[in-house]
Each structure stands twice: as C-alpha cells, then as structure tokens.
C-alpha cells in the first residue's frame, strides 16, 4: 500500500514536472486506436472516393498500388504523390493515427512541415475521427513496399515550404460541407462528397497564380489544369445547359459514359476509374442531386 | 456562339462533337478513323439508358450495338492508326505510336470486351448495381484488402478475362467492361483540348 502510494505520488510529480495532466496520461499499453474501432472496408471505401488511391497509384508504371502516383507536372515544379504502404521509411508504416489525422485534415506533415496543396487535405479538414480511423485502418492493411519513386522538382520560391504557412493561412479553406437543415439527406450526403471527401473542386475551380482555388469561380471550371488538361464548368446551370440529369449524371460517374456515347476525357476517366466507379449507387446520386441544385455561393460573386 | 459554349460547357468537349467538328477536313485513314470512332459512339450512345436504368434492356439491340463495337476493334482499329498517322485535323496522340503495344493490347481487350457484351445481352441488370457488392467474394474480407488487386488497388482490366466470363457478368457489368476500356484509351492517346 504505502509502495503504490509513494509510485502515485511519484507519478503525480513527474506528470506536473512535465507540464502534462493525469487526465490525458495513458495508461497501460498505448492503444491502436485503429485496431480498436476501425473500419478498415469503410475506410477503403473512404479512400476511393477520397482518390487517395488514385493519385497516390500509377497502375501504368506496373508498381503495386499506393506505392506512389504519376508525376503530377503543374506550374511551379513536378509532384510526386509519395508512396502510402505500411512500409516504415519509404511509406507511412511509422506514423501514428495522429499523424495521419493531422496529415489528412489539417496538411501537416508528421515533422510538422506544411504540405504543398497538390495534395487537397482543404477538402479532408471535415472528415470525422471516425472516418479517420477507418482510414487508417485501411492504409494499414497496405502490404509494405519499399518503393520511393522520385521527389518533388521545384523551382523557386516554390521549394521553400515555408512559404506555403502564407498559402495557408490565405487559401487552405475548402468548401462547406456541413449538413443544411431544410434540405434532403440525398442532398445533404451529396454536398458532404462533392464539397469534401471527393473534392471536385480541386481541378474544377480555377485556381490563382499561386494555384489557390479563386473565390469567386467555385466549380465555374478550368483551362489551367497540369498536363495542359481541362475541366468544365459544373454548376448547376452549366450542367442543365449541357443537359445532364440526375440519372445521367450519376451513371457517367460509374461507368465513366455521357449521354451522347463519348466518354470523359482529361482525367476524369481515371476518376471514375479509380474513384467513382467505386461508390454505391446511392453516393453518386447524391453527388449528382447536389451537383444539379448546387447552392453553395462563389465568394466574391 | 451556342456551339463554342455547348464545347466549352464540357459535356460535349470530347469526341463526338469535335469528331463531327473535324470530319469535314479529314481525309484518308484519319478521317475512317474517325467514322469508325463515330459509329461505336453510336452503339454506346443507343443503349446507354437501358444500362443505366432509364430504360428497359433490349437484348436484340444491345446485341447489335455490341457487334458494332466488336466490328471496328482489334486489328480493324490498329489498321486505322499506321505510324506516324497525324495529318490534321486529329485527335491522335503520338505517344500511341510510342506506347504501341500499351495500344495494341487496349485495341484487342476491347473487341473481348464486346464479345463478351454480346453473350451477355440477355443476362439483365446487376440488383443493386454497387461492385463491391456484386463482386464482394473477390473484394471482402482480405487482409490485404488495400494492395494487390483489391478493393485498395487493381484497377486495370482483369487478367484472364474472356468473352466466355464477360457473358456470364450481368449486361450493366459488362457494358462497363467496354466502356472502362474505350475510357482506359482516351484518357491516355486522344487530345482532349479544343
């Protein structure tokens, strides 16, 4: 008795010492939070429509998923999506859940470098910690592979990171995706993927000389997009003068077909490839419901 | 002014409005590829809706757009792109000349693929439509769900893939075989700026 008392208080000593609080202080083995409640075929769900497996793949180079993407050539220098397996040095296998949460949701690096906006965590800052830890749970049953297929090329000043704290603070908003009351779930679930998780607004909203997305043209498009490729408009009267409809809409992003029999180009079959196609039924009409009556105003307009 | 912003607008910036755009300058084998292009666009375009359940399948007619499509892949596709085949106006990219056989195989899988649409034409529709469902005994339950061709990678044309077991997938299914593979090839040889 009078031992365990002399540990607590000895325990209670080191625990000011530190600056730390016992209410936070674990105790017994650290848990895995991922292993604890993580849903790992949830979280691979997540990640398809999320398109971390798109970008962060280059089926056609004959590497094994996620061990990182094609070169993603823009403006400023060549990004290269780095590799995401469970390996300890070339992937993210020595990550916590924390860093990856904080990696995902906020563009910090688990050395607390910034992360250049090639990678969209503005669109991830909604996820729930729910969906991070089926996410984990996900990324950890990647096979390791000890794969390290290039690093970004820069130029300057786009090499220095520090710069990007600028970026930040300036830019590193997504669109809202929080539920609005008077609407519908189909619409409301709709917003949730086309503002977040799934990000459309990465390539068709224009972006700045300094690749932040420009307020005033939400989903109005791109010309400007890497590899000289394009974007078109998505608001809702672009799509109705174009004549899409809900069904239309949600069949071109399973199987990757428009109405008048041609397919997307410019990128977009390699979303609906390794992004939509994915998705349930249920998801896709949600995001073409929202897509058609997108009320989500263009700041600046 | 209607046609530039309907271009623009997205929906029709690719293939067959810029095709049609195109045909009145080309000539030779760039303008019978084109044609070729056209007619597949066509069959797809025609039974589209049945597939994605705007309208009742009709197997005679999915039939016939699947021969269409079988008709002018393979080799019928690969004759219509000799090397160096650019004349203006095309959509061709010259990596397919760089890439051939990358080509070569997409040209092939396609006319598989619509083989196996045509087996498939009188199959019906997928119930729910969602793949991880339809093909949960090939996808759940892996540890190693995240890597190695499952639900976290492969997404390429599945190895060993036969018009015999394309025919047996519910018809939506393998309309998407085609379909992945006509996306698989423009996303990667056709020009897709104005």
Known sequence: MRRSLSILSGLVALAALGGASLAVWPIGAPPKPAERDGDAQRGAYLARAGGCIACHSDPGSGHPALTGGAPIKTAFGTFIPPNLTAHETAGIGAWSIGDFARAVRQGVAPDGSPYYPAFPYAFYGHLSDQDIADLWAAFQGVPAQELIVGTNDLGFPFNMRAGLKLWRAAFAEGPPTEPVADRSEVWNRGRWLVNGLAHCGACHTDRNLVGGRRPGRYLAGSDDLPDGDNAPPIRPDDLAEAGWTVSGLAYALKSGIMPDGDTFGSGMGEVVRHGTQWLTDADRTAMAVFLLDNTTPAKGD | ?194
Request: aromatic content about 4%.
């Open chain 2, 1 to 194: 002014m209607t046609f530039r912003k309907l271009l623009l607008g997205g929906a029709a910036i690719t293939g067959l409005t810029a095709a049609a755009f195109a045909h009145s300058g080309a000539t030779g084998v760039v303008k019978q590829r084109m044609e070729a292009m056209k007619s597949m666009g066509e069959a797809v375009k025609r039974i589209r809706p049945m597939m994605a359940g705007e309208a009742a399948p009709d197997a005679a007619a999915i039939r016939r757009a699947a021969r269409t499509i079988a008709a002018e892949s393979g080799n019928a596709m690969l004759e219509k792109f000799p090397q160096g085949s650019m004349d203006d106006p095309t959509e061709a990219l010259p990596r397919i000349w760089e890439e051939w056989g990358r080509f070569v195989a997409i040209a092939d899988q396609l006319e598989l693929a619509a083989k196996g649409l045509e087996r498939a034409a009188g199959n019906g529709l997928t119930v729910d439509g969602h793949m991880m469902d339809s093909q949960s005994g090939m996808m759940g339950g892996q540890s190693g769900m995240m890597g190695g061709g499952m639900i976290m990678g492969g997404d390429g044309f599945p190895d060993g893939m036969t018009p015999e077991r394309i025919g047996r997938m519910p018809v939506d299914r393998a309309f998407m075989m085609v379909t992945q593979t006509c996306s698989a090839c423009h996303d990667r040889y056709r020009q897709e700026d104005d």
